[in-house]
């Protein structure tokens, strides 16, 4: 068993969770436990900020108990340990400050030395450490470098190791490092790219196919993110897209990805405007990052909005029309369609959103996620991505 800190849209971080792992569940408004026996590789997750192994769960949520618990555990647990131990401690909805949590690392820490065991303490300036910190410091990584994730539910308390944080700088460095970049035709961050492929779910090669690897397909490739999240997930990759220099940015970003990372897989690239284009078959999923339509620094107004909107709907429609007819039925969908914010915070939507059906597919429905629709946003923006998780009937 696993728990998950949740990114800042938990219902989206959940969501991926859920396609992966299937058996995930909430355990607090920003966790999520995982029922795997396989070791998770977090870097393969865009949503997840922490992971760990279930250790404990103490049945109680006041911080005495979880506190004691903890130390008499790890105190037996780490009392023949060789080597020195770095021990980082993240508690999260605890009312609680950094010294009170610091201070049950101290008693560890006494208990250990009595013993003739070191451990090392990573100061928190928070009551819980941020990824940077925890990646910085490897903790998760090895056995002598642990991160105890403390997380308090309704009625207890879960303590767990990490496995990993995400790796903040990595995802960073491929996205800023890329040769190619075009602020023009918007940036898609390349967590968000994992979690929409995920969302896709595991995919398998077509047997009947000569293509060893599933194959993705961008029918809106852009400079090539979702592309090369793909091939580093171990997928093919197959990018189109209507303007000739995007096909050479992706080209060049694909071809400067596989010599940095060493990969082999497979891709290709063609011309093709979404509306109309024939795509090649073997095709195991759709995964795009559709027309968003012009960026906003403020609410448009109800008129400029209208025109907006009905250009976007008309493009994206065409498309999953075109779409529809070429892929076999079952085939996952996963893309980002705009949706516009309001001063208010609310949301204006497009109008096939509601109607997907019409477009020759359905929605997939999600146990872990209530809410109607699964959004991408920062705080900033007045162009949101909303995500359509869909299949081809």
């Known amino acids: 068993m696993?728990?998950?800190?949740?990114?800042?849209?938990?219902?989206?971080?959940?969501?991926e969770l859920e396609r992966v792992y299937t058996k995930v569940s909430w355990f607090s408004p920003e966790t999520a436990l995982i029922d795997t026996e396989d070791r998770i590789n977090i870097q393969k997750l865009g949503g997840s900020q922490k992971i760990?192994?279930?250790?404990?769960?103490?049945?109680?949520?006041?911080?005495?108990?979880?506190?004691?618990?903890?130390?008499?555990?790890?105190?037996?647990?780490?009392?023949?340990?060789?080597g020195k131990i770095t021990v980082g401690l993240s508690a999260y909805d605890f009312q609680l400050s950094a010294r009170e949590l610091q201070k049950?690392?101290?008693?560890?820490k006494s208990k250990l030395?009595?013993?003739?065991?070191?451990?090392?303490?990573?100061?928190?300036?928070?009551?819980?450490?941020?990824?940077?910190?925890?990646h910085h410091n490897k903790l998760g990584l090895s056995d002598n470098k642990v991160e105890l994730l403390i997380v308090?539910?309704?009625?207890?308390?879960?303590?767990?190791?990490?496995?990993?944080?995400?790796?903040?700088?990595?995802?960073?460095?491929?996205?800023?490092?890329?040769?190619?970049?075009?602020?023009f035709v918007g940036m898609l961050p390349p967590k968000l790219a994992q979690i929409m492929i995920n969302l896709a779910g595991p995919l398998e090669a077509d047997p009947t196919q000569d293509l060893a690897q599933?194959?993705?397909?961008?029918?809106?490739?852009?400079?090539?993110?979702?592309?090369?999240?793909?091939m580093l997930m171990g997928y093919g990759a197959y990018g189109t897209d209507l303007a000739e220099k995007m096909i050479r940015y992706s080209r060049d970003n694909l071809n400067w990805l596989q010599d940095k990372y060493e990969l082999t897989g497979h891709w290709y690239l063609h011309e093709g405007d979404a509306v109309d284009t024939s795509w090649q078959q073997?095709?195991?999923?759709?995964?795009?990052e559709t027309y968003l339509g012009q960026p906003f620094s403020a609410p448009p107004s109800s008129a400029k909005l209208t025109e907006v909107r009905g250009n976007c709907n008309h493009i994206i429609g065409?498309?999953?029309?075109?779409?529809?007819?070429?892929?076999?039925?079952g085939t996952p969908v996963v893309l980002a369609v705009p949706a516009w914010k309001d001063k208010f915070d609310g949301f204006t939507h497009l109008p096939l959103t509601t109607k997907v059906e019409d477009y020759g597919f359905e929605r997939v429905e999600l146990k872990t996620v209530e809410a109607d629709r699964l959004m991408y946003f920062r705080p900033d923006q007045v162009v949101a991505r909303e995500l359509l998780l869909l299949i081809k009937k």
């Not at 309704?154 to 602020?183: C, F, H, M, W, Y």
């Open 104 to 108: 049950s690392g101290l008693i560890l």
């Open 2 to 15: 696993y728990i998950a800190l949740l990114g800042r849209q938990p219902e989206l971080s959940i969501a």
């Open 113 to 134: 030395k009595n013993g003739g065991v070191s451990l090392r303490l990573i100061p928190n300036q928070e009551v819980a450490l941020s990824t940077a910190t925890s």
């Open 52 to 82: 760990g192994r279930v250790i404990l769960e103490v049945d109680s949520t006041e911080w005495r108990h979880v506190s004691g618990a903890l130390v008499k555990h790890y105190a037996k647990i780490w009392s023949t340990a060789s």
């Open 282 to 288: 073997p095709i195991a999923a759709v995964v795009a």
């Open 152 to 183: 308090r539910g309704k009625n207890t308390t879960i303590i767990a190791e990490s496995v990993g944080a995400q790796n903040i700088t990595a995802l960073a460095a491929r996205d800023q490092g890329r040769p190619r970049r075009d602020a």
């Open 214 to 230: 599933p194959r993705i397909l961008d029918p809106f490739c852009g400079t090539g993110v979702v592309l090369q999240e793909a």
């Open 318 to 329: 065409g498309f999953m029309k075109n779409l529809s007819k070429q892929l076999k039925p």
